[in-house]
T-cell receptor, first 114, second 111 residues
Framework: EAQVTQNPRYLITVTGKKLTVTCSQN?????MSWYRQDPGLGLRQIYY???????DKGDVPEGYKVSRKEKRNFPLILESPSPNQTSLYFC?????????????FGPGTRLTVT | DAKTTQPTSMDCAEGRAANLPCNHS???????VYWYRQIHSQGPQYIIH???NNETNEMASLIITEDRKSSTLILPHATLRDTAVYYC????????????FGTGTRLTIIP
């Protein structure tokens, strides 16, 4: 089954404790991205990757890092989480060959930083 | 300024067709109309997209006016599982593919 998986689905952590949210897709998609969704602010892009070893900042990259060493994986790293990073996070993937706007989303990771 | 305008909420009876409008009067020639939906905090789900011709797939139909300034998403036989927030967005082909959702339309299917 074609899918995007994220782990963990729920995470409660404390300020400053490094964490990684994993994202994996099995569709051989070139394009992957991370979004955060907050009430009243909609969906905002954090980082995106056009292919392996090619990443770039989205609209709200501060406090986040990403890497794209393999085509299928695109982890999101919070080196020193802060309470303002409490949010619902989504990973997405797509293939330009199918029209880049047709994106497949993961189930989401709800992060709480205390 | 928002590039698309949608009603905040709509109701539709189960089994009937749900027609969701979207205005995009400033659409440019290379922008496609995309529709997504999000069911209560789940990952957004792609529904359909089009440029200027009407489109249909297994989920829905998309009707785009001739001047491309508005469109309508049609769910032909709405079920309770179609209750969700529906987003109409504009994207250029092979752009950054960044999705920016506005407030969307909260569609409630009534039993």
């Amino acid at each position: 089954e074609a899918q995007v998986t994220q782990n963990p689905r729920y995470l409660i952590t404390v300020t400053g404790k490094k964490l990684t949210v994993t994202c994996s897709q099995n569709m051989n998609h070139e394009y992957m991205s991370w979004y955060r969704q907050d009430p009243g602010l909609g969906l905002r892009q954090i980082y995106y990757s056009m292919n392996v070893e090619v990443t770039d900042k989205g609209d709200v990259p501060e406090g986040y890092k990403v890497s794209r060493k393999e085509k299928r994986n695109f982890p999101l790293i919070l080196e020193s989480p802060s309470p303002n990073q409490t949010s619902l996070y989504f990973c997405a993937s797509s293939s330009p060959g199918q029209g880049g706007g047709e994106q497949y989303f993961g189930p989401g990771t709800r992060l709480t930083v205390t | 300024d928002a590039k698309t305008t949608q009603p905040t909420s709509m109701d539709c009876a189960e089994g009937r067709a749900a027609n969701l409008p979207c205005n995009h009067s400033t659409i440019s020639g290379n922008e496609y109309v995309y529709w997504y939906r999000q069911i209560h905090s789940q990952g957004p789900q792609y529904i359909i997209h089009g440029l200027k011709n009407n489109e249909t797939n297994e989920m829905a139909s998309l009707i785009i006016t001739e001047d491309r300034k508005s469109s309508t998403l049609i769910l032909p036989h709405a079920t309770l599982r179609d209750t969700a927030v529906y987003y109409c967005i504009l994207l250029s082909w092979f752009g950054n593919e960044k999705l920016t959702f506005g407030t969307g339309t909260r569609l409630t299917i009534i039993p």
